[in-house]
């Protein structure tokens, strides 16, 4: 097994995609062989309810459990919390469950770093762990950005979409900072695009031009497509509900341009370790 990244896919603000994002560009990873695990790390469970368990607070191991046997000391079970999508993709569930985990994280030990624990076994069996990070910087998020390698930050080309962004960079810059400076911006990926629209071109410029000189932006534009959400409906991703749909040929090119990265950053390091 390749070295596992993790991804987590991040905004504070909500309706942004990113549990579509997550989902999606897991399954394309997949197509293209990877092996590939999403974490549910919201409390609503959308992520796992879209994947097809529409019924999060009925499963009784989840995200949770794991977090609640790390806070306590206890022996880390995996083997029972993780569900198999027909997608040949993985998921460790969540639900309402999470939110008083949040609460215990305030007095525990280590309590950036309780996430990351959790996942230190699996990343043996994964190319890729993509954790959907609820629509919040609490202490879930932190977590999540404390075991994550790179982050992916979906972008509604809307209005508002700028004005949270600073605050999201910032609170990232100082995770990196503070408590896991390995981590990376992946790319900013703009979602749920309407291109038909002036202002919508007008926000995507902006944004580029504010933040495309430090971060990158993901080639890949994620198109508005009503199909995508009748998928997340079904429990199926685009792939299978209409695998010609423009939606889909879009995370087919976001998961190369992930995988592409990684090799890039590789290479890179490879080159920098023989020419000291």
Same mark, same amino acid.
């Given at each position: 097994?390749?070295?596992?990244?993790?991804?987590?896919?991040?905004?504070?603000?909500?309706?942004?995609?990113?549990?579509?994002?997550?989902?999606?560009?897991?399954?394309?990873?997949?197509?293209? /062989?990877?092996?590939?695990?999403?974490? $549910?790390? $919201?409390?609503?469970?959308?992520?796992?309810?879209?994947?097809?368990?529409?019924?999060?607070?009925?499963?009784?191991?989840?995200?949770?459990?794991?977090?609640?046997?790390?806070?306590?000391?206890?022996?880390?079970?995996?083997? /029972?919390?993780?569900?198999?999508?027909?997608?040949?993709? $993985?998921?460790?569930?969540?639900?309402?469950? %999470?939110?008083?985990?949040?609460?215990?994280?305030?007095?525990?030990?280590?309590?950036?770093?309780?996430?990351?624990?959790?996942?230190? $076994?699996?990343?043996?069996?994964?190319?890729?762990?993509?954790?959907?990070?609820?629509?919040?910087?609490?202490?879930?998020?932190?977590?999540?950005?404390?075991?994550?390698?790179?982050?992916?930050?979906?972008?509604?080309?809307?209005?508002?979409?700028?004005?949270?962004?600073?605050?999201?960079?910032?609170?990232? %810059?100082?995770?990196?900072?503070?408590?896991?400076?390995? %981590?990376?911006?992946?790319?900013?990926?703009?979602?749920?695009?309407?291109?038909?629209?002036?202002?919508?071109?007008?926000?995507?410029?902006?944004?580029?031009?504010?933040? /495309?000189?430090?971060?990158?932006?993901?080639?890949?534009?994620?198109?508005?497509?009503?199909?995508?959400?009748?998928?997340?409906?079904? /429990?199926?991703?685009?792939?299978?509900?209409?695998?010609?749909?423009?939606?889909?040929?879009?995370?087919?090119? %976001?998961?190369?341009?992930?995988?592409?990265?990684?090799?890039?950053?590789?290479?890179?390091?490879?080159?920098?370790?023989?020419?000291?």
């Amino acid at each position: 097994m390749s070295k596992c990244e993790v991804i987590a896919v991040a905004n504070q603000k909500g309706g942004v995609g990113k549990t579509t994002t997550t989902f999606t560009l897991g399954v394309a990873l997949a197509k293209l /062989g990877k092996k590939v695990l999403l974490i $549910d790390a $919201d409390p609503q469970g959308d992520l796992t309810t879209c994947m097809g368990w529409h019924n999060p607070d009925d499963i009784p191991d989840t995200l949770a459990s794991l977090m609640e046997s790390s806070i306590l000391g206890n022996e880390i079970n995996t083997k /029972g919390v993780i569900l198999h999508h027909n997608e040949n993709v $993985d998921l460790i569930p969540s639900n309402i469950e %999470l939110s008083p985990i949040e609460v215990s994280l305030v007095k525990a030990n280590h309590r950036e770093t309780i996430m990351k624990q959790c996942l230190t $076994d699996l990343k043996e069996n994964y190319d890729y762990i993509l954790i959907d990070c609820m629509p919040s910087l609490g202490l879930i998020t932190v977590n999540a950005l404390a075991s994550a390698d790179k982050v992916i930050i979906p972008v509604q080309s809307q209005f508002l979409a700028a004005k949270g962004m600073n605050h999201l960079m910032s609170s990232i %810059l100082k995770i990196r900072k503070g408590i896991n400076p390995n %981590l990376k911006i992946e790319g900013i990926l703009f979602n749920i695009v309407d291109g038909r629209t002036k202002l919508t071109k007008e926000i995507t410029k902006e944004l580029i031009n504010t933040y /495309g000189k430090v971060f990158k932006v993901f080639n890949s534009v994620i198109p508005k497509t009503t199909k995508i959400a009748e998928a997340s409906k079904e /429990g199926k991703s685009i792939f299978l509900h209409d695998k010609r749909n423009k939606g889909a040929l879009a995370y087919e090119n %976001l998961a190369k341009e992930v995988i592409n990265n990684g090799r890039e950053r590789t290479k890179s390091s490879k080159a920098n370790i023989q020419s000291r």
